[in-house]
């Protein structure tokens, strides 16, 4: 019989990592335009998806052999003339290929999504939405090796988190403050009455002796008890302006002070988003051009306006914005403001 809950918990994390992070951040690739000269990595990005797309279902086929038999025909059948098997269910089942896996690669991905994660999970708990775009991240960690693979893609995680620049650091003090207290659940059972002694002694460890928890690394308090990051219960307080969290020895702290400009870029992202919103309603094509009329008596969406126009325009493909006192159109609340809104094809 089949073993679905050893099958379906991979299967799902593959299927998002391609939707999420290759479909997703391929999407520029996908869309370039023939003048942009990027048909060949256009071609490229397709090409890999479709392997991926065929190869995968060739692999989940025993399981879901109706949907994965019809994926097939339209992408691997419809598009040959007769050769090659009839069915998914005729293919040679895949075997993997270990020459195609580059560990650095892997592991330099996987740092990477830690950190944007993190930035994620920071901006949630703040109450920083994606569209409102943040001062600076900084990533911190003691390894170099974390580090250079952090700083050869930070150009994604700006992307990914919004944020204006991405810096390194090993050291963790100018953000933050590490505070330790006694995990009871480890240091009762083996110290016993003691272990008020020892606790003592956890919460005068120096920010070094810390940070050797952190590494992995058993150090010996001074009255002779040896601990490991089991035993130590450690937090950060973040110092005025930033917001910090942690993953082990992976620090991410975001610097969350807006400035008016970075205000009006949160706002002008805003407004894209609730023009694409009525695009979607009107079942407008991809392509439509569009004339957007807008009023508003707010004057920080005003400054919006003035300050982002053409990003606003390129984003929502308005060959005009025009700004009238009053307007008979569609009424958008942002945040206490209120913004109304004319969308016609051109």
């Known amino acids: 019989g089949y ?19 290759y479909i997703r951040r391929s999407r520029r690739r996908f869309w370039r335009q023939r003048e942009s ?41 419809a598009h040959r003339s007769g050769r090659g098997p009839a069915s998914i269910h005729h293919e040679e089942y895949p075997e993997s290929r270990a020459s195609l896996i580059v560990p650095t690669l892997e592991d330099t991905m996987s740092t990477v999504r830690t ?9 949630v708990a703040n109450d920083l939405p994606i569209r409102q775009p943040l001062a600076a991240l900084t990533v911190v960690h003691r390894d170099p090796v974390v580090l250079e693979a952090i700083a050869s893609h930070t150009e994604l995680i700006v992307d990914e988190l919004n ?5 390194t650091s090993s050291d963790e003090a100018a953000l933050v403050t590490l505070h330790a ?3 009871f659940k480890t240091l009762g059972p ?75 870029e949160g706002l002008a992202r805003e407004i894209v988003n609730r023009v694409q919103a009525i695009r979607r309603d009107r079942d407008l094509h991809v392509t439509d051009r569009i004339r957007l009329t807008w009023a508003t008596g707010d004057d920080e969406i005003a ?37 109304t809104v004319s969308v016609d094809v051109e």
């Not at 991979?10 to 299927?15: A, E, G, K, Y």
């Not at 950190?115 to 901006?123: D, F, M, N, P, T």
């Open 115 to 123: 950190v944007v994660g993190l930035g994620r999970s920071l901006r």
């Open 190 to 264: 083996r110290f016993g009455k003691d272990v008020k002694q020892v606790a003592e002694e956890v919460a005068g460890l120096d920010s070094d002796t810390l940070h050797d928890l952190l590494d992995g690394h058993a150090v010996t308090l001074p009255g002779g008890a040896e601990l490991t990051a089991d035993d130590v219960v450690i937090s950060r307080q973040a110092h005025d302006g930033v917001i910090v969290t942690a993953d082990g020895p992976l620090s991410v702290a975001i610097d969350c002070t807006l400035t008016p400009s970075l205000r009006s």
């Open 303 to 339: 400054t919006a306006f003035d300050e982002f126009a053409d990003y606003i325009a390129g984003e929502v493909l308005s060959t005009e914005l025009v700004r009238l006192d009053t307007v008979d159109g569609t009424d958008l609340e942002i945040g206490a403001a209120v913004l």
């Open 3 to 21: 073993y679905l809950y050893n099958v379906i918990p991979p299967m799902i994390d593959f299927i998002d990592d391609l939707t999420n992070w």
């Open 181 to 183: 207290k006694a995990n």
């Open 37 to 77: 000269g990027g048909d060949g990595d256009k071609l490229a990005a397709f090409a890999t998806l479709h392997e991926v797309l065929v190869t995968f279902g060739k692999v989940i086929a025993p399981v879901l052999p109706f949907i994965t038999e019809e994926i097939y025909q339209d992408l691997a059948v």
């Open 163 to 167: 944020v204006k620049q991405v810096t």
